[in-house]
C-alpha cells in the first residue's frame, strides 16, 4: 500500500470572488511547480460546486492534481504554495491508501 493525495484547488479569488487570471497561466504555472519537485503527477482541470456561507451557489474552474507515493511534507508544501498562489481560502487535500500496480 501506498498513499495516494488527490488535492483540490479553486481558480476564484478569495476575495474578489471570481477567476482572475486564466485558468492556461494557472495550470502552466502548476505545471511546472510539479515537473519541479515530484517524480510524477497527474494534472486535471474540473469544475468545483459548493455553497458559499452566505448561501450563493458557485461554479469554478477548479485544479486536480494526483500524487502517487510522494512525501508529505512535499505535498503540504505544494498546498500551501497553491493556496498562496491562487489566493485561496483553502486547499482541499484527500489521502488514502492505495493498492496500486503498473501493468
Known sequence: MINCYEIYAGLNDKDEKRQLFSTDIAEKAVKTYLQNNFEGSTLAISKGL???E???RVTE???VI???DAPENNVIT???YLKKLLN???IMLQKTAANV???
Do not use: R
Open 78 to 80: 505544494l498546498c500551501e
Open 88 to 90: 485561496q481560502e483553502s
Open 54 to 56: 452566505n448561501g450563493q
Open 101 to 103: 500496480s503498473f501493468i
Open 66 to 68: 494526483k500524487l502517487l
Open 61 to 63: 474552474n477548479t485544479i
Open 50 to 52: 459548493y455553497k458559499h
